[in-house]
Every structure is written in C-alpha cells, then in structure tokens.
C-alpha cells in the first residue's frame, strides 16, 4: 500500500533536501519525541534560531515527518511501499534512506503509542454466526433457501454495540471474492504508478 500525501504534506516536507542529513535525523528525533509526549513550541525556536529559518518552516517540518511516520506505521507499510511513497517527494538517495531508517527504527514504537491513543471508531469485540436453511414451506414442499445470521459486537469506549447482519451464501462469497480481487490489485505495479501519480 503506498501513502498518498497530500499537497499540503508535499510543501511542509520540501524543506527537508535544503538542510543537513544530521538536521533531518534530528528533526526526526524531535517528530518521534513529540509523537511520545506531544508538541512543545520552545523546541521550534531553538532548531529555528540555529539554522535561521522562520518558526513555522521549522514546525512544518517536523509535522510533516510526524504525519509521515505515524501513517506509514498506522497502515504497516513495507520497505519498497515506504521508498514509493517519498519517491514522489523527489528527495535524493541519501534523503530517502534516512526517512526509511527512521521508520524502520521506530515503527514498532510508534503504533504501540497509537494503540494507546483513544479512537472514536467502534472496535471489533467478538462474532457470532448462524447457517439457518429453509427446506419446506406451506406453498412449496421441497426447497432450500440458505440464509446467514451475523451478530457482531462492537466496542466504542465502555459502550457496546451490537450489529445483526443478514445475507445469503452466494452474495457473501461474492463480496469476500470482490474485496480479496480489491486487496489484490492494491498491490500490482501498475496500481503503485498510478497512486504514485495521484495529487
């Protein structure tokens, strides 16, 4: 899966081939620490004031990496997925292998602090299923009409919820059949030039 920056990430990113490969591992740095215990804007100013940039190029910077690592390590992006991804940033070799050391280090890291993080999406709990088939009716002595019960839990905080789904055999093999052809094609080289080229 490759990540699609917008161009707004583009252009806070574009900073980075115009300073050192010590600032960017150090800008890296600053971006996973600020992951682990958030934001603080007298680090800003003293990385500004060294390198003589204004605040904001400095803050857009280490977001931009910030929002790189935490996408690439939310989605378990791969090695070559990940160079894919910064390829359309246009950065040298040595730029690029930088980003990916970084991710490589701490990706690990990084999702277990996103897990620790509170979501506002439900969250599987458990799955239930019953095959029901209906063999006879009044009208129709001998017919067989499968149908699948899906009761699935969900949990959203200290709240539960509760789904019923409903559907038959053949409609259900088809959409795992669709969803496995989706997945599949996610993955071909002609799907990774085209997301590569995608504003």
Do not use: C
Not at 50 to 64: A, C, T
Not at 71 to 91: A, R, T
Not at 110 to 121: A, F, G, K, V
Not at 176 to 189: D, G, N, V
């Amino acid at each position: 899966m490759l990540l699609v920056l917008s161009e707004d990430h583009k252009e806070h990113l574009a900073f980075l081939p115009k300073v050192e490969p010590a600032v960017v591992r150090e800008f890296g740095r600053i971006a996973l620490e600020f992951i682990r215990r958030g934001a603080s804007p007298k680090i800003y100013e003293g990385a500004a004031r060294k390198l003589g940039v204004p605040v904001e190029m400095v803050q857009h910077g280490v977001e931009g990496l910030m929002f790189l690592m935490t996408e690439s390590s939310k989605h378990m992006i791969s090695e070559v997925d990940f160079l894919d991804s910064v390829l359309v940033l246009g950065f040298g070799e040595e730029l690029n292998q930088i980003l990916l050391q970084l991710y490589l280090q701490h990706h690990s890291q990084i999702r277990s602090i996103l897990s620790q993080l509170p979501s506002n999406l439900p969250a599987y709990h458990s799955l239930e299923w019953r095959l029901d088939v209906q063999l006879a009716s009044r009208s129709v002595r001998e017919q067989v009409i499968p149908m699948l019960t899906i009761h699935l839990l969900l949990t959203k905080g200290s709240d539960s919820i509760s789904r019923v789904l409903q559907t038959d055999p053949r409609t259900l093999l088809h959409l795992i059949s669709t969803l496995e052809a989706a997945l599949a094609s996610m993955k071909t080289s002609h799907t990774r030039r085209i997301l590569r080229n995608i504003k």
